[in-house]
T-cell receptor, first 113, second 116 residues
Framework: AQSVTQLGSHVSVSEGALVLLRCNYSSSVPPYLFWYVQYPNQGLQLLLKYTTGATLVKGINGFEAEFKKSETSFHLTKPSAHMSDAAEYFCAVSDTGGFKTIFGAGTRLFVKA | GAVVSQHPSRVICKSGTSVKIECRSLDFQATTMFWYRQFPKQSLMLMATSNEGSKATYEQGVEKDKFLINHASLTLSTLTVTSAHPEDSSFYIC????????????FGSGTRLTVV
């Protein structure tokens, strides 16, 4: 079985500060890992994904995440937060068969001016 | 890029009536579509997986007679909430993929259902 834990339901940063959203996963098989962003009353947009290969993954809008197998983590970072980054972020995991994606509970990012 | 259109974006219906939500892949053929439900301030819960031309696979605890899913073509899946009740009020989101191995999932923009 697979599961995802996002540490912190709310994260608040100042504009220009580092963004760090934490995600830990559990999987009995090599996982595929994802970060999605959701704006109010909208669907999800894929920020980045890790399948195989390079463990540091770069996504859209300046976000990146690093797959650390030893720590079972896939934390999302961005060097400098913008006001437009304020949204809900979901970490997700699926198995290599790709049949089902399990989502974390989400982290709401607030960006202060 | 791949686009998934979900319609309607918002719907209000009376208790006891049925509501149909459409999910269309606009520029690709979706072999598999997924339906999720999201409660306020919570994550997405997978309701069912539908493959074109076959019966949907429902997750445990999801009533298949209440949430009817049809995936009649490679570009369209529908979710019908039958005999809706206020507790069915939620945000419903579909996603579609044509390339499961590469995990090319694209999400619709969601449907806010309110049952009064």
């Amino acid at each position: 079985a697979q599961s995802v834990t996002q540490l912190g339901s709310h994260v608040s940063v100042s504009e220009g500060a580092l963004v760090l959203l934490r995600c830990n996963y559990s999987s009995s098989v090599p996982p595929y890992l994802f970060w999605y962003v959701q704006y109010p009353n909208q669907g999800l947009q894929l920020l980045l994904k890790y399948t195989t290969g390079a463990t540091l993954v770069k996504g859209i809008n300046g976000f990146e995440a690093e797959f650390k197998k030893s720590e079972t983590s896939f934390h999302l970072t961005k060097p400098s937060a913008h006001m437009s980054d304020a949204a809900e972020y979901f970490c997700a995991v699926s198995d290599t068969g790709g049949f089902k994606t399990i989502f974390g509970a989400g982290t709401r990012l607030f960006v202060k001016a | 890029g791949a686009v998934v259109s979900q319609h309607p974006s918002r719907v209000i219906c009376k208790s006891g009536t049925s509501v149909k939500i459409e999910c269309r892949s606009l520029d690709f053929q979706a072999t598999t579509m997924f339906w999720y439900r999201q409660f306020p301030k919570q994550s997405l819960m997978l309701m069912a997986t539908s493959n074109e031309g076959s019966k949907a696979t429902y997750e445990q605890g999801v009533e298949k007679d209440k949430f009817l899913i049809n995936h009649a073509s490679l570009t369209l899946s529908t979710l019908t909430v039958t005999s809706a009740h206020p507790e069915d009020s939620s945000f419903y989101i579909c996603s579609a993929t044509t390339d499961r191995e590469a995990h090319g999932y694209t999400f619709g923009s969601g449907t806010r259902l309110t049952v009064v």
